[in-house]
Nanobody, 130 residues
């Protein structure tokens, strides 16, 4: 019943752009913070960005500041991650996650426990390669 579904991943050349979507069902994003995470093969999961409508706040990892933009459309119950100027090191599976709480850099920290978020999506593959 409660579900997050990511979409929009694919293959893109360095310097290109992609927009990821995180669609929620079974609950409303009005009361949740949404975080984007990514995990490359053999690497630790790391936070990318988060957004909270109730707090009116967004946060970004240093590695994506100025390149990625997170936004939400509460009417569609969907959060987006616009990714520009993509680099090969952005290659990873991207996950969105929802938590009933605030959006802060603490909840994007490397190695954040899964239980810090109420629900996780299945992920969408982003590959940046020439």
């Amino acid at each position: 019943q409660v579900q997050l579904v990511e979409s929009g991943g694919g293959l893109v050349q360095p310097g290109g752009s992609l927009r990821l979507s995180c669609a929620a069902s079974g609950f409303t994003l009005d009361y949740y913070a949404i975080g984007w995470f990514r995990q490359a093969p053999g690497k630790e999961r790391e936070g990318v960005s988060c957004i909270s409508s109730s707090e009116g706040s967004t946060n970004y990892a240093d590695s994506v500041k100025g390149r990625f933009t997170i936004s939400g459309d509460n009417a569609k119950n969907t959060v987006y991650l616009q990714m520009n100027s993509l680099k090969p090191e952005d290659t990873a599976v991207y996950y969105c996650a929802a938590r009933d709480g605030v959006c802060s850099s603490w909840y994007l920290r490397k190695g954040v426990p899964l239980y810090e978020y109420d629900y996780w999506g299945q992920g969408t593959q982003v590959t940046v390669s020439s």
